[in-house]
């Protein structure tokens, strides 16, 4: 069964700073990777999706890259702002035998970018 | 605007009195889902549907129901409540199953006492 993993479950640091999020999966027969930012009571926003043949995406100040192989994504947020603070969440698909019908979620990180 | 429509956002009810949270997308999407997130737990499946008259379970289906009649909506029914489905509840959409974007609701947040 699919896994996903979210290190550092909680970061916090200087606006202006660069930061990585991590996430790793245990099984990298996936389709793509999804990587969501949930704010305090509200639903989740996706940020970026990659499929599996690709090696990175970007938006703006977010980019994220996809290691299949080695069931690895992260998320580089550049230049924070104290508006990125949210919890971050990846989710891959998880699989029936009838195919994709799903995410799993990792735990999330939930990030605070100190004015 | 495109969006998944949640209601109600919030509810407290009492144990074993029947609810229904409804969920409705204007996006004409095959697949909907709902998830329940609990602190230290993540975000779990509860059920999801392929298409219209199709569903299935996710990984925690116990103690709810769904139905799909209409490809709009997607309502959750908890016939007899219990304590432990306090939690925040998702509603989710996507064109097709899996392999694209999921669009999420704003979340339902239910208390049973």
């Known amino acids: 069964k699919q896994e996903v993993t979210q290190i550092p479950a909680a970061l916090s640091v200087p606006e202006g700073e660069n930061l990585v999020l991590n996430c790793s999966f245990t099984d990298s027969a996936i389709y793509n990777l999804q990587w969501f930012r949930q704010d305090p009571g509200k639903g989740l926003t996706s940020l970026l999706l990659i499929q599996s043949s690709q090696r990175e995406q970007t938006s703006g100040r977010l980019n994220a890259s996809l290691d299949k192989s080695s069931g690895r994504s992260t998320l580089y947020i550049a230049a924070s702002q104290p508006g990125d603070s949210a919890t971050y969440l990846c989710?891959?698909?998880?699989?029936?035998?009838?195919?994709?019908?799903?995410?799993?979620f990792g735990k999330g990180t939930h990030l605070i970018i100190q004015p | 605007e495109a969006q998944v429509t949640q209601n109600p956002r919030y509810l407290i009810t009492v144990t074993g009195k029947k609810l229904t949270v409804t969920c409705s997308q204007n996006?004409?999407?095959?697949?909907m889902s709902w998830y329940r997130q609990d602190p230290g737990l993540g975000l779990r499946q509860i059920y999801y549907?392929?298409?219209?008259?199709?569903?299935d379970k996710g990984d925690v289906p116990e103690g709810y129901k769904v139905s799909r009649k209409e490809k709009r909506n997607f309502p959750l029914i908890l016939e007899s409540p219990s304590p432990n489905q306090t939690s925040l509840y998702f509603c989710?959409?996507?064109?097709?199953?899996?392999?694209?974007?999921?669009?999420f609701g704003a979340g339902s947040r239910l208390t049973v006492l």
């Open positions: 549907s392929m298409n219209v008259e199709v569903t």
């Open positions: 996006m004409n999407h095959e697949y």
């Open positions: 989710a891959v698909p998880m699989y029936s035998g009838g195919g994709a019908d799903g995410l799993t």
């Open positions: 989710a959409s996507s064109i097709f199953s899996g392999a694209n974007v999921l669009t």
